[in-house]
Structures are given as C-alpha cells and as structure tokens.
C-alpha cells in the first residue's frame, strides 16, 4: 500500500501538470486529483459546463417537476460512485477543519452548516469543488482561492 502511495505521489509531483492544478482546491488530495478526476474525465471539454460534470458525477439533486412547479429531490446518486466518494469525503476534511476558521470559504461553509446538517453541506462543497474542476480543466486556468468564493 505504502509503494503504492509512493507511486501516486511521485506520478502527482512529476509527470501530470493537470493534477498539480487540482490539487490547491480546498479538499482535493493527490489520489482524488491523479488517479481519480484526471484519469476518468480525461477531455474536460466534452462537458458543456460545470454541472454536467457533476451531473455525470452523481452530485446534483434529482428534479421531478410538473406543472412549472419544480421540485428538487436529493442527490441523483448516478454516475461514478467512487469520484463521488473521493469528493465528499475530502469535502468532510474541509467542513472539519472550517470549524476553526474564520476566512470567507469557512463563512459560506458555516452557514450551510448552520441552515442545513453536515451531510448536506459536504454535498454542496463537492458539487462545488467539481465545478471548479471542470473550469480549471476546460479553460486550463489556475486555481485562485480569492476567486473560489463569490461575494454577495
């Protein structure tokens, strides 16, 4: 397992400048940056934009609607199950560590917290954080944390 490790590590510092863009986001480590999203989404581009991906992913609400009234279900659990997994689980690490900290990501994260409960809230982040995976992915920019939070 350790060589393993080691191998995802080195391949993640080396070789794959796509992995090293993913990995400054907030709750994306090297396995889920590498392997996982880069491996698996290959061409960003084939997505028109951030929630097709995390449609594909399985992280957006189900609707049922009829009659203009929409009606928003919870997450369609559809899609790759083990970037699903990866992706929230890292959101958990972020909604831990936001307790302790005051920045404006942790504000947004609080009040989610807050208004909802925490499995709610890790959805959201990794619904979030995928989004912000296709726009590094498709336009090939580089993540700016100032940028990743939207201001009111």
Known sequence: MEELDEQIQRWHRGSNAMSRKLA?????????ATSA???STGNA?????????AAWLGLVPRQHSSGGK???LGISKRG????RMLLIHGAWA???????KLDQAAHWLTEIVNR????????????KNARIVWALMAHGSEFRSDCAVATA
């Open 45 to 53: 581009q084939r997505f028109e934009n951030g929630r097709q991906l």
């Open 24 to 32: 400054p986001i907030p709750g994306m480590g090297p396995l889920t």
């Open 70 to 72: 929409p009606t928003l």
């Open 116 to 127: 909802r409960n925490k499995n709610v809230a890790a959805v959201a982040l990794a619904n």
């Open 37 to 39: 999203l880069v491996a």
């Open 94 to 100: 972020v909604i831990r560590v936001s307790e302790r």
């Open 80 to 83: 790759n199950s083990y970037l």
